[in-house]
């Protein structure tokens, strides 16, 4: 009962208590550049719910049975970046094949997936806390859906305050930083849950 305790705080905490985007800054690129149509942000979002989960697994397996037992833990970071790389590839060839107008629409930033510090992001952090393979895999899936949260929040509200009327100062990126920076203040009222 205490581990399925355990891996309920994890899933709470990852997804909204400490939201990788809005409270840790991890993957800002995605999160900026992806949410202007909700569609969009949404398909992102499952693109990197898969990659992650699927990246910590693997993560975890060849960080527990590969690196530990040769003592070469040293080359975590470089055998992260090689499965993630793995992994966005094969999501990639995916969308190609069967949803070609997700994959237009993602663009440039589905391949930056690979480089996103999110996805490095929760593999070091699994490792860091001493995770299980079940508990990082629970991190990262839970990591993916804040992710995936938050980018479609702000995707909505992008759409909904596209033709509004602002100063020409904050036309553009200047009131999506303030969107976000509002949405992070937001996300700080879960801190209260854990």
């Known amino acids: 009962m205490s581990e399925v305790k355990d891996l309920l705080v994890i899933l709470i905490s990852s997804s909204l208590v400490s939201n990788v985007v809005l409270s ?10 992806v949410s202007k149509k ?6 992102m979002g499952v ?3 898969f990659v992650i ?3 910590s697994a693997v993560a975890g397996c060849m ?5 530990v037992p040769l003592h070469i833990e040293y080359l975590q970071t470089i055998c992260f970046i090689l499965v993630i790389a793995a992994l966005v590839q094969f999501v990639e060839m995916f969308l190609k094949k069967a949803i070609p107008a997700l994959y237009e629409a993602l663009g440039v930033y589905l391949p930056l997936i690979t480089t996103n ?3 490095l992001g929760v593999a070091l952090t699994n490792v860091q806390k001493e995770y299980g393979i079940l508990a990082g895999i629970v991190n990262g899936f839970a990591t993916a859906v804040g992710f995936t949260i938050s980018i479609i929040i702000l995707a909505g509200i992008r759409e909904k305050i596209e033709h509004n009327d602002f100063p020409e100062s904050f036309k553009g990126m200047p009131m999506v930083l303030v969107t976000a920076g509002l949405m992070a203040i937001a996300f700080c009222g879960f801190s209260g849950l854990l």
């Open 24 to 33: 840790q800054f991890l993957g800002l690129c995605p999160f900026l550049g």
């Open 47 to 49: 693109a990197v719910i």
């Open 117 to 119: 510090c999110a996805v």
């Open 63 to 67: 960080y527990q049975f590969i690196l």
């Open 38 to 43: 909700t569609n969009t942000a949404a398909g």
């Open 53 to 55: 989960t699927l990246a």
